[in-house]
């Protein structure tokens, strides 16, 4: 498929403390199918395949101390240059350019309101093979307590196109991909804030959403096979959105648009 547009999400994986149970979860509850273990080379990452295409990545934390936690990773085509310009912007680079065998290249970074993120440079592993349908990744937001700071420094290290909601019920922007004129069909995540309806205790952080066909039976069968909704089913105007954690605690969302009338 094409290359994925400069600061478009273009992969999410998840970390977990037992590989094999994350699987059980994550097939029952999208249907994915996953491929061979990678083996001790490339940590026993997993790919998840939903009809067949590249949805996401399962892999085992290596140290007890990582978060169970989804991540995010935006497609760059220089991945030497967005970690140059992540710390001139105010981040700073955690993980340097690291090649992934013949995959691509990847690096993390944290934004200056503390929200860890990742960037990732194509090689043969070009990244989501399907993408906002059912059984996939459909859209990402940062949340965090220093919107200025973070709002000035997405918008400088990709560029992006922004748009504030003035219908929402709390301060949101919406991202565009550089260039483009910000709309709901350009659209590709954006940033929220955390309030003093979340816990104190939150960390700045990035929420993956993922489509369903029914929130509501997703949310039910998530629960049944051992995770926890978070926040029950609710409904807003781009569609029906529960946030759900896994059977290890790792938090995601899951979005079912809205039926045409």
Same mark, same amino acid.
């Given at each position: 498929?094409?290359?994925?547009?400069?600061?478009?999400?273009?992969?999410? =994986?998840?970390?977990?403390p =037992?590989?094999?149970a994350?699987?059980? #979860?994550?097939?029952?509850?999208?249907?994915?199918?996953? =491929?061979e273990?990678?083996g001790?080379?490339?940590?026993?990452?997993?790919?998840?395949?939903?009809d067949?295409k590249?949805? %996401?990545?399962?892999?085992?934390k290596?140290?007890?101390?990582?978060?169970?936690?989804?991540?995010?990773y935006?497609?760059?085509?220089? $991945?030497?240059?967005?970690t !140059?310009t992540? !710390?001139?912007?105010?981040g /700073?680079? $955690?993980m340097n350019p690291?090649?992934?065998?013949? #995959?691509?290249?990847m690096a *993390?970074?944290v934004?200056?309101?503390? &929200?860890? #993120?990742?960037?990732?440079?194509?090689?043969?592993h070009?990244?989501f093979e399907? *993408?906002?349908?059912?059984?996939s990744?459909?859209?990402?937001?940062?949340?965090?307590?220093d919107?200025?700071?973070?709002? %000035?420094?997405?918008?400088?290290?990709f560029?992006? /196109?922004? !748009? =504030?909601?003035?219908?929402?019920?709390?301060?949101f922007?919406?991202?565009?991909p550089?260039?483009?004129q910000?709309?709901d069909e350009?659209?590709?995540?954006? !940033?929220?804030?955390?309030?003093? &309806?979340?816990? &104190?205790e939150?960390p %700045?952080?990035?929420l993956?959403? #993922?489509a369903?066909?029914?929130?509501?039976d997703?949310?039910?069968l998530a629960?049944?096979?051992?995770?926890?909704v978070?926040?029950?089913?609710?409904?807003?105007?781009?569609?029906r959105?529960?946030?759900?954690?896994?059977n *290890?605690?790792?938090?995601? &969302?899951?979005?079912?648009?809205?039926?045409?009338?």
């Amino acid at each position: 498929m094409a290359a994925f547009t400069e600061g478009t999400p273009c992969w999410v =994986d998840v970390l977990l403390p =037992d590989l094999e149970a994350g699987k059980r #979860f994550y097939g029952e509850l999208f249907g994915w199918t996953f =491929d061979e273990d990678s083996g001790e080379a490339y940590g026993h990452y997993t790919n998840a395949y939903s009809d067949g295409k590249r949805v %996401a990545g399962l892999a085992p934390k290596r140290d007890g101390r990582m978060p169970t936690v989804w991540g995010v990773y935006f497609a760059t085509p220089d $991945i030497e240059a967005a970690t !140059r310009t992540i !710390r001139e912007a105010g981040g /700073q680079v $955690i993980m340097n350019p690291t090649p992934v065998g013949t #995959f691509g290249t990847m690096a *993390q970074a944290v934004d200056p309101g503390g &929200a860890v #993120f990742g960037l990732w440079e194509a090689g043969e592993h070009t990244g989501f093979e399907k *993408q906002g349908e059912p059984g996939s990744f459909c859209w990402t937001e940062v949340y965090t307590r220093d919107k200025d700071a973070v709002d %000035a420094f997405y918008e400088t290290i990709f560029g992006f /196109q922004v !748009r =504030d909601l003035d219908d929402a019920s709390i301060d949101f922007r919406v991202w565009s991909p550089a260039g483009t004129q910000p709309t709901d069909e350009t659209a590709i995540g954006g !940033r929220s804030v955390i309030t003093d &309806a979340f816990p &104190a205790e939150m960390p %700045a952080h990035f929420l993956t959403y #993922f489509a369903v066909d029914d929130c509501d039976d997703t949310a039910a069968l998530a629960t049944r096979i051992g995770g926890r909704v978070t926040e029950p089913p609710f409904d807003t105007p781009y569609g029906r959105i529960a946030v759900i954690a896994d059977n *290890q605690g790792a938090v995601f &969302a899951v979005l079912a648009e809205p039926r045409a009338a």
